[in-house]
């Protein structure tokens, strides 16, 4: 009761896959597909084979066609197909969590995300170049689904939708009719199509139950549908799968969505990569030796914490794939308005405490793991490490046993080295004009207690875990010993009387609520 021909415009086009997301079949020598389809079955679409181009109509991807069946005995759905030949390489951008449901969300992403997103995809990458918007391209806001078309499609580039949690009518209780808006903005909720030498899958892994509720969930009738569409796939194809929550999250073991064997059973033999969002964080997970999952980080970040951030605290922002024949070739994620090559900022201790937050708190410049103490050991020029040390409110110094492991490890070359490191430090607070305090990276109270801390460290398999490391809470005499070396009224200067004064600045706290201990459950 369905049938249909698929042409080049000049002739037929044999060995197309068509499907109703039910039934999979393809087309014959003239091109002709047919199958039998349920009355209320509303999609037809075609898996649009290498050779030829996706389709596009206003801007956005069109492989699919209403059925409409109404009180027809019999409906024909016929496609027109461009070929263009098989691209061996091209460029996927990835989306995830547009997530726009207020009017001001919708002056963001104008404002905030496409005038950086729009250039970058048009200048910068190499063409040609798809997308996929891996769901909850709105927030609970249906009629937005047409206002998201109107922004998605200024990009310039064909871009696929997943639908998400938020992308389902939550006044509507059956998971099919929820999708309805959907459906009517951007056709099948699950669907593939071919470009080069990867296969793309689109699957809806949202099963919902109204009132913004739902399980991730893949239905039996989308797994029957997937197990017919890879019987036309090579296993020399790249597998690329597009869903909205991550079958699987390295961070939560446990979690997975409700059919995760039977999806990796039936991929099995490919090598395939799985593209997801819905957490609003980047991380990747290690399925199998022939399965890795993406999640990434949103493109409004999570805008509810009221920063441009994702939950993580990486950027808003989308991520690029490079890909070459059946293989990606690179990979990375943008922040939006961030370089392409930035990825991560590292923090020493009291850097990442921003200006505008720093009233109130007084920062030293911690251990030799410090930024400062780094740069001293490093041998920096003495300009830069006054800009270093100018940030902090006070300098610290400590015993020499506390950084001996600087001898082994040929850091330091002998005792006197090391001595001098403190020297320059108290040479950087004298001319800056910044106390200088001698601190002990206290782990213990009294000398006999190291055991303790021996067994922790040989537990952790530390190699020097038997190492002697007499960080007890030292005496005031036993510190004015330590650092006689700088001289009687120095060694007072950074034993007792700075530290004293570091103490008089605090305000008088209560770490604790009075009378209440909080033992760890064991």
């Known amino acids: ?150 922004r998605i499609r200024k990009i310039g580039v064909p871009i696929f939708q997943v639908i998400g949690n938020h992308d389902h009518n939550k006044a509507i209780t059956v998971d099919a009719d929820a999708d309805a808006s959907f459906e009517a903005a951007f056709g099948p909720t699950y669907y593939s199509y071919n470009i080069g030498d990867c296969h793309f899958v689109v699957l809806d892994d949202v099963l919902y139950t109204g009132s913004s509720s739902y399980t991730a969930d893949i239905t039996d009738e989308q797994m029957a549908w997937l197990e017919q569409d890879l019987k036309y796939v090579p296993k020399d194809k790249l597998i690329i799968i597009g869903l909205h929550i991550a079958t699987s999250r390295r961070n939560r073991p446990s979690s997975h969505v409700a059919d995760y064997k039977e999806l990796y059973a039936l991929l099995d033999g490919y090598n395939v990569r799985i593209l997801s969002g819905h957490s609003h964080n980047n991380y990747t997970t290690t399925i199998s030796e022939t399965i890795e999952e993406n999640t990434l980080g949103a493109v409004m970040g999570a805008y509810w914490n009221g920063e441009e951030l994702c939950n993580d605290g990486s950027p808003r922002g989308y991520a690029v794939y490079e890909i070459e024949g059946n293989r990606i070739a690179n990979w990375y994620y943008k922040g939006t308005a961030y370089p392409k090559e930035y990825q991560m900022y590292l923090y020493g201790p009291g850097q990442a405490v921003s200006e505008q937050y720093r009233d109130g708190l007084i920062i030293g410049s911690a251990c030799e793991a410090g930024e400062l103490f780094r740069a001293v050991v490093e041998h920096k020029d003495w300009d830069e490490l006054k800009r270093i040390a100018s940030f902090y409110e006070y300098l610290e110094i400590q015993p020499l046993c506390n950084n001996a492991f600087m001898l082994r490890s040929g850091e330091a070359r002998d005792e006197e080295e090391l001595r001098e490191f403190n020297r320059t430090i108290v040479r950087l607070g004298r001319e ?52 006689a070396y700088l001289g009687e009224e120095t060694a007072y200067e950074v034993v007792v009387k700075n530290p004293r004064m570091i103490a008089d600045m605090v305000e008088e706290i209560e770490l604790l609520p009075p009378g209440q201990l909080f033992p760890p459950r064991l």
């Not at 991807?61 to 069946?69: N, V």
């Not at 200088?436 to 020097?464: N, Q, W």
């Open 1 to 150: 009761n369905l049938v249909g021909r698929v042409t080049d415009g000049t002739g037929p086009i044999e060995g197309v896959v068509v499907s109703d997301g039910v039934t999979v079949t393809t087309t014959d020598a003239q091109g002709i597909y047919q199958m039998r389809v349920k009355r209320n079955a509303p999609f037809v679409f075609v898996s649009v084979p290498a050779e030829y181009e996706i389709p596009v109509e206003n801007g956005m991807p069109k492989i699919y066609k209403k059925i409409a069946m109404g009180d027809n005995d019999v409906v024909q759905r016929s496609f027109k197909l461009e070929r263009t030949g098989k691209k061996e390489r091209f460029t996927l951008l990835a989306l995830a969590d547009v997530q726009i449901g207020r009017d001001d969300e919708v002056t963001m992403l104008d404002n905030e995300v496409l005038p950086f997103l729009i250039p970058y995809v048009q200048q910068e990458l190499e063409v040609p170049v798809y997308g996929i918007s891996l769901g909850d391209l709105v927030w609970d806001n249906m009629p937005f689904h047409e206002v998201y078309k109107q």
């Open 432 to 483: 800056l004009h910044k106390p200088v305090c001698a601190t002990g990276d206290v782990h213990f109270m009294e000398p006999e207690d190291e055991i303790y801390r021996h067994v922790l460290l040989a537990s952790k398999k530390f190699p020097d875990a038997d190492k002697s490391l007499p960080i007890y809470f030292k005496t005031t005499d036993e510190m004015l010993e330590e650092f």
